[in-house]
C-alpha cells in the first residue's frame, strides 16, 4: 500500500484525480456506510440530539428554513444532522485505505468540524434556549473516543484540520 506523508503530495494526487471525482465526491453514503468502519461513533451518533434533529421539528419539519439545519441532507435521503453534515460528503473518503491515510481523505474532502461550522447552524437566530458554547457541545458531542480507546491509539495532530466554509443559512422561522 503507498502512502502518502505530505500534504502536498495528496494535494496534487486529489487534483491529478478530480476529473474522475465528481460522481463520487459529492456523493453522500449514510451512516450505514460510516458504520462499517466507524461502529462506535455511529452508535454515539444515533443517541445524540444530531441524530433526531428532524424528528424535534414535529410540524415544522416541513418547513425548508427548519430543515437546512434539521436535515440538510433531506434531499439526499438522509434524516437528522447526519455524520457528512458534519465531516462532508463521504463519496471519495469512505474507502479503507483513504482513510487509514488522514492528509488524503482531508484532501478529498473530509472535514475536521470547526466552531466556525457548528455555528452556521447554532447561531443567534436558533431558538435555543441557551448559548452555543463550542468547547462544552464539543465534548458533549463526543463520539470519538470509545473507536480511539479501542484502538489503542489517537490520531496524530500533526496537520491542521481542513474544515468546510461556513456559509449562511436562512434564519430560523422558530427563533422569532
Known sequence: ????????????????????????????????????????????????????????????AKEPACLTCHAPQKK????????EACHGPGGAYKAEFVMKDPELARAVGLVEPTEKQ???????????????????????DDHWSAEWKRRGKQPKGAAAPRSAEAGGKPACPAAG
Open 1 to 60: 500500500m503507498i502512502r502518502l506523508r505530505s500534504l502536498p503530495v495528496a494535494v496534487a494526487l486529489a487534483a491529478a484525480l478530480a476529473p474522475a471525482l465528481p460522481a463520487l465526491a459529492f456523493d453522500y453514503v449514510g451512516a450505514a456506510a460510516c458504520e462499517e468502519c466507524h461502529a462506535e461513533a455511529v452508535e454515539a451518533w444515533r443517541r445524540s440530539p444530531h441524530a433526531r434533529a428532524e424528528v424535534s421539528l414535529g410540524e415544522k
Open 76 to 83: 439526499k435521503g438522509l434524516e437528522g444532522v447526519t455524520c
Open 118 to 140: 457548528c455555528l452556521v447552524c447554532h447561531d443567534a437566530s436558533s431558538p435555543s434556549l441557551e448559548p452555543f458554547r463550542w468547547a462544552e457541545k464539543r465534548a458533549a
